[in-house]
């Protein structure tokens, strides 16, 4: 104040910042990112716009409970008055035009549905009475309340309003079995009908063993074989894995081409422990019925039949071919009576135990193996014709039709037991190369074989004789079409793809639905089955999925054990496991004979499926002719035309298009040129076969 310098502090530039402390910024930094933190907590505004939301719904909720009571009670009503009008049943019924022979039923089951609504009504009255004498007015409002709020629920609007149809369905999985409209959907989707065109349910959704299952009708033209064939797409349509779903056409009294039964399991229907066998548990078994094989997937029995047929079992190694083999085997090797030729071309153990019952036994696969398979089936041509001769000879009432008969394959006398063929691996003795001469041709031995196995499938069973091969190559080189065609059953475990497939179960068996390639490796002992004759699962059946029963090697010791002991008891023991292996000397000529003048035809040539079947249709016609529509051909050998093309394509045959006269005019098709079928032909005889 006096004038003087007085030192002062320093003066700052700046402002007041009340800022919180470093913890606390921290807290709130996780609470702002934490997932577990609602959305509304986070902010202050967020807080309000949450509690603007809830106090509007609030105001609405009685108007929504309201609308959605309003809702749940029209929808009781229709579903009651569908359900006492019998209007499921009806439909069915018009649908199937059998309106007028259901009538009396259907007017039946509406009388009783109205006396169990009166029923229900009156008990439910004299309840709400008895409740209102003891309770008074709060009983009937406590009813009121609760069935008020069941019909809100009932009525309540879904993701997707306006209406009770909701935006995410959520899984497909078994929906249909409540609402058929989703299965309606599902074919629609899979493409097996139009988006105009709808099912006719002829069977409701009705539990059968562990599954679902429902009979439909396709609409006019569709057919119930193009469902089989696209199962696929169907399982996936309806979210269930393809092996859990089985198709079949109903056939017979009460089918017709376009009714499909459906069945769908609740879960993989071939996992779980393995199936025993339940030959097990019986002393002896009877050779003419069917042998019990497997389960199929809604676990029904399936037995194979064996007599008057034959059998071939194809699969990749470790799949179970053996295991299946000797299930088909094992009925027989129960029957005293019966004569078993066993052959194994593996050369391991797991046909020693047969070799105590055998009447002649094979095992390995060196040339001398080989070549006592030859003599041995040389022996069972020469014994075949010679059963016919002494069949000849006996009268009308022993032998009625030509035919072995039960009586007759156990009668000691004649001479002629049920005889089963069993060759393991038969691939070894079916491409052997030795050559050989055989009744002045030139010739392998597998050939050979093939011709006399061919014979015996062929002319075989009616004299007694089955013939079971199994092989882990089955391809049209292992297997000569001359031998396969005549097979009767067929059994398919996993194999490489479908052309392996359709060599074991027949031409053009994929294109029905039928592939054994696309069965899962995880699935041991599951296979296509295609049936010569009647089983459990119908006679009309074209093939099944089939899970065989478990027959490991100690239990296959017990039934050779058990079927040598029926043997000795019935003094029927004979030939190799008695030690006689003496072979019978056999005229080879006549056997030659008896295999007829084509076998040393083929032996010159051996086309490969579809092309042998071409050249057989076309006959003569193949050197005369200079070109074949497709259509000519796909309609004479009743294949699948993308599938033929694309083989007839592999073996050296292009399609090509030419003019053709139809009527005054001419018009250009699809077809082969003669000259191009011919030039195939001699470049796989020349490739495959040495000639004579």
Same mark, same amino acid.
């Given at each position: 104040?006096?004038?003087?310098?007085?030192?002062?502090?320093?003066?700052?530039?700046?402002?007041?910042?009340?800022?919180?402390?470093?913890?606390?910024?921290?807290?709130? %930094? /996780?609470?702002?990112?934490?997932?577990?933190?609602?959305?509304?907590?986070?902010?202050? $505004?967020?807080?309000?716009?949450?509690?603007?939301?809830?106090?509007?719904?609030?105001?609405?909720?009685?108007?929504?409970?309201?609308?959605?009571?309003?809702?749940?009670?029209?929808?009781?009503?229709? &579903?009651?008055?569908?359900?006492?009008?019998?209007? %499921?049943?009806?439909?069915?019924?018009?649908?199937?035009?059998?309106?007028?022979?259901?009538?009396?039923? *259907?007017?039946?089951?509406?009388?009783?549905?109205?006396?169990?609504?009166? $029923?229900?009504?009156?008990?439910?009255?004299?309840?709400? !009475?008895?409740?209102?004498?003891?309770?008074?007015?709060?009983?009937?409002?406590?009813?009121?309340?609760?069935?008020?709020?069941?019909?809100?629920?009932? &009525?309540?609007?879904?993701?997707?309003?306006?209406?009770?149809?909701?935006?995410?369905?959520?899984?497909?999985?078994?929906?249909?079995?409540?609402?058929?409209?989703?299965?309606?959907?599902?074919?629609?989707?899979?493409?097996?009908?139009?988006?105009?065109?709808?099912?006719?349910?002829?069977?409701?959704?009705?539990?059968?063993?562990?599954?679902?299952?429902?009979?439909?009708?396709?609409?006019? !033209?569709?057919?119930?074989?193009?469902?089989?064939?696209?199962?696929?797409?169907?399982?996936?349509?309806?979210?269930?894995?393809?092996?859990?779903?089985?198709?079949?056409?109903?056939?017979?009294?009460?089918?017709?081409?376009?009714?499909?039964?459906?069945?769908?399991?609740?879960?993989?229907?071939?996992?779980?422990?393995?199936?025993?066998?339940?030959?097990?548990?019986?002393?002896?078994?009877?050779?003419?019925?069917?042998?019990?094989?497997?389960?199929?997937?809604?676990?029904?029995?399936?037995?194979?039949?064996?007599?008057?047929?034959? /059998?071939?079992?194809?699969?990749?190694?470790?799949?179970?071919?053996?295991?299946?083999?000797?299930?088909?085997?094992?009925?027989?090797?129960? %029957?005293?009576?019966?004569?078993?030729?066993?052959?194994?071309?593996?050369?391991?153990?797991?046909?020693? @135990?047969?070799?105590?019952?055998?009447?002649?036994?094979?095992?390995?696969?060196?040339?001398?193996?080989?070549?006592?398979?030859?003599?041995?089936?040389?022996?069972?041509?020469?014994?075949?014709? @010679?059963?016919?001769?002494? =069949?000849?000879?006996? %009268?009308?009432?022993?032998?009625?039709?030509?035919?072995?008969?039960?009586? *007759?394959?156990?009668?000691?006398?004649?001479?002629?037991?049920?005889?089963?063929?069993?060759?393991?691996?038969?691939?070894?003795?079916?491409?052997?190369?030795?050559?050989?001469?055989?009744?002045?041709?030139?010739?392998?031995?597998?050939?050979?074989?093939?011709?006399?196995?061919?014979?015996?499938?062929?002319?075989?069973?009616?004299?007694?004789?089955?013939?079971?091969?199994?092989?882990?190559?089955?391809?049209?080189?292992?297997?000569?079409?001359?031998?396969? +065609?005549? /097979?009767? @059953?067929?059994?398919?475990?996993?194999? =490489?793809?479908?052309?392996?497939?359709?060599?074991?179960?027949?031409?053009?068996?994929? !294109?029905?639905?039928?592939?054994?390639? !696309?069965?899962?490796? @995880?699935?041991?002992?599951?296979?296509?089955?295609?049936?010569?004759?009647?089983?459990?699962?119908?006679?009309? =059946?074209?093939?099944?999925?089939?899970?065989?029963?478990?027959?490991?090697?100690?239990?296959?010791?017990?039934?050779?054990?058990?079927?040598?002991?029926?043997?000795?008891?019935? &003094?029927?023991?004979?030939?190799?496991?008695?030690?006689?292996?003496?072979?019978?000397? *056999?005229?080879?000529?006549?056997?030659?004979? +008896?295999?007829?003048?084509?076998?040393?035809?083929?032996?010159?040539?051996?086309?490969?499926?579809?092309?042998?079947?071409?050249?057989?249709?076309?006959?003569?016609?193949?050197?005369?002719?200079?070109?074949?529509?497709?259509?000519?051909?796909?309609?004479?050998?009743?294949?699948?035309?993308? =599938?033929?093309?694309?083989?007839?394509?592999?073996?050296?045959?292009?399609?090509?298009?030419?003019?053709?006269?139809? &009527?005054?005019?001419?018009?250009?098709?699809?077809?082969?040129?003669?000259?191009?079928?011919?030039?195939?032909?001699?470049?796989?005889? $020349?490739?495959?076969?040495?000639?004579?």
């Amino acid at each position: 104040m006096n004038g003087d310098v007085v030192p002062a502090a320093p003066v700052y530039d700046g402002e007041l910042v009340d800022e919180p402390p470093k913890v606390v910024r921290r807290i709130g %930094d /996780l609470w702002q990112r934490s997932r577990f933190v609602p959305t509304a907590l986070r902010s202050r $505004a967020a807080l309000g716009y949450a509690v603007r939301d809830a106090v509007a719904w609030l105001v609405l909720a009685p108007l929504r409970f309201l609308s959605g009571a309003v809702r749940g009670a029209v929808v009781v009503g229709r &579903g009651w008055r569908r359900w006492v009008r019998v209007r %499921d049943y009806r439909e069915a019924a018009e649908q199937s035009e059998k309106l007028a022979d259901k009538f009396i039923e *259907i007017r039946e089951l509406t009388l009783f549905r109205w006396k169990v609504t009166g $029923a229900v009504c009156a008990v439910a009255s004299a309840a709400l !009475t008895v409740a209102y004498v003891m309770f008074g007015g709060l009983a009937l409002w406590g009813v009121a309340g609760v069935a008020s709020v069941v019909l809100a629920v009932v &009525g309540r609007r879904k993701d997707g309003s306006p209406g009770r149809k909701a935006v995410l369905a959520g899984p497909r999985t078994l929906t249909w079995t409540m609402d058929p409209q989703v299965l309606v959907d599902a074919f629609r989707d899979a493409k097996l009908v139009g988006k105009d065109e709808t099912l006719r349910l002829v069977e409701r959704a009705a539990r059968v063993g562990d599954g679902w299952a429902v009979t439909v009708d396709l609409p006019a !033209t569709r057919k119930a074989a193009d469902v089989i064939k696209n199962r696929d797409a169907l399982a996936s349509a309806l979210a269930v894995d393809e092996v859990q779903l089985i198709v079949e056409r109903v056939r017979g009294k009460g089918g017709h081409a376009g009714r499909v039964f459906l069945w769908v399991a609740d879960e993989d229907p071939y996992a779980g422990p393995p199936l025993r066998t339940p030959l097990l548990d019986v002393e002896w078994w009877d050779a003419w019925r069917p042998v019990p094989f497997g389960r199929d997937a809604r676990n029904r029995r399936i037995d194979l039949p064996l007599v008057w047929t034959s /059998l071939l079992v194809g699969a990749i190694p470790r799949q179970g071919k053996t295991f299946a083999t000797r299930l088909a085997a094992a009925g027989l090797i129960l %029957d005293p009576y019966t004569r078993l030729y066993v052959y194994d071309g593996k050369g391991g153990k797991d046909w020693d @135990s047969a070799e105590q019952i055998a009447y002649q036994y094979v095992c390995g696969d060196e040339l001398e193996h080989v070549e006592a398979v030859r003599d041995h089936l040389v022996e069972l041509v020469a014994e075949v014709q @010679s059963r016919y001769a002494r =069949m000849a000879t006996l %009268d009308d009432e022993v032998c009625p039709e030509s035919k072995i008969t039960p009586a *007759i394959s156990r009668d000691p006398d004649l001479g002629m037991p049920i005889t089963a063929v069993i060759i393991d691996e038969v691939q070894v003795f079916l491409e052997n190369p030795t050559r050989e001469q055989v009744g002045g041709k030139k010739t392998t031995l597998g050939a050979y074989i093939a011709d006399l196995l061919a014979y015996l499938v062929r002319k075989g069973p009616a004299a007694g004789i089955v013939v079971i091969l199994a092989t882990q190559r089955p391809d049209s080189n292992t297997i000569p079409s001359r031998l396969r +065609a005549v /097979l009767g @059953s067929r059994f398919a475990l996993r194999v =490489m793809d479908w052309r392996d497939s359709n060599i074991v179960l027949g031409e053009q068996m994929n !294109t029905r639905g039928y592939d054994a390639s !696309t069965l899962l490796p @995880s699935h041991k002992g599951v296979g296509i089955l295609r049936p010569d004759g009647e089983t459990d699962a119908g006679a009309d =059946m074209l093939a099944m999925t089939v899970r065989t029963y478990y027959m490991p090697n100690a239990e296959w010791r017990v039934i050779c054990a058990r079927g040598r002991a029926l043997r000795e008891a019935a &003094g029927t023991l004979a030939g190799h496991a008695v030690g006689d292996d003496a072979v019978r000397a *056999i005229d080879a000529v006549a056997v030659v004979k +008896a295999l007829g003048t084509g076998a040393a035809e083929r032996w010159v040539v051996e086309l490969p499926e579809p092309l042998a079947a071409v050249v057989d249709y076309l006959g003569d016609q193949l050197d005369k002719r200079e070109f074949v529509p497709t259509a000519e051909l796909v309609e004479a050998l009743k294949v699948e035309p993308t =599938m033929f093309g694309k083989e007839m394509g592999e073996l050296g045959c292009k399609p090509v298009r030419q003019y053709v006269p139809e &009527g005054d005019a001419t018009r250009r098709v699809r077809g082969y040129m003669t000259a191009d079928i011919r030039a195939a032909v001699d470049e796989i005889g $020349a490739t495959n076969v040495e000639q004579p």
